[in-house]
């Protein structure tokens, strides 16, 4: 029997959008950003004007008026899904969260689709990295 299958995946996204919510920490490398101007068929200067901004001398991606990320949809979730940034994409096979148990118990008060009925020893053998 798979682990999906066994119901015991470590990690299962419920599609919440709460990890969309909140000012900043959504970061992008200058490869990032023109893979994702690509795939909206932008250039990269104008995705840096329409939904990036600067924090602490990086780019970062903006948040909208319900401070919600900018390219959070409440019915289609991630509008760059395909592209998502790595910050978005590695969650929640955070290095913090594969060293130190207790962050990782903390993070699954944060995100529903950490699977607490997982030991922290399973969490890291799914790791994808
Ligand atoms: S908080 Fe967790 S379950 Fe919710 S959308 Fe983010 S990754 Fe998925
Ligand atoms: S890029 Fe996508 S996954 Fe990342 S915070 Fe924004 S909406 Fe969420």
């Known amino acids: 029997m798979t682990l999906e299958r066994a119901g015991t995946k470590a990690f299962d996204c ?3 959008g709460t990890c969309c919510y909140g000012e900043g920490g ?3 490398d200058p490869e990032e950003r023109d893979t994702i101007a ?3 068929r932008i250039t990269p200067r104008e995705l840096q ?3 990036c901004e600067q ?3 990086r780019l970062s991606v903006k948040t909208g ?3 919600y990320c900018i390219f959070y949809h409440r ?3 991630c509008l760059i899904h395909e592209v998502k940034p790595r910050v978005c994409s590695l969650w929640p096979f955070y290095p913090a969260l594969l060293k130190d148990p207790d962050a990782w118990l903390l993070a699954q008060d944060a995100c529903p689709g950490i699977n607490s009925r997982v030991s922290h020893e399973e969490f890291k053998r799914q790791s994808p990295k």
């Open 49 to 51: 004007a329409r939904y």
């Open 55 to 57: 924090r602490n001398g």
């Open 26 to 28: 959504i970061f992008l």
């Open 65 to 67: 008026r319900d401070n």
């Open 75 to 77: 019915e289609r979730q």
């Open 38 to 40: 690509a795939f909206l």
């Open 14 to 16: 419920k599609r919440c």
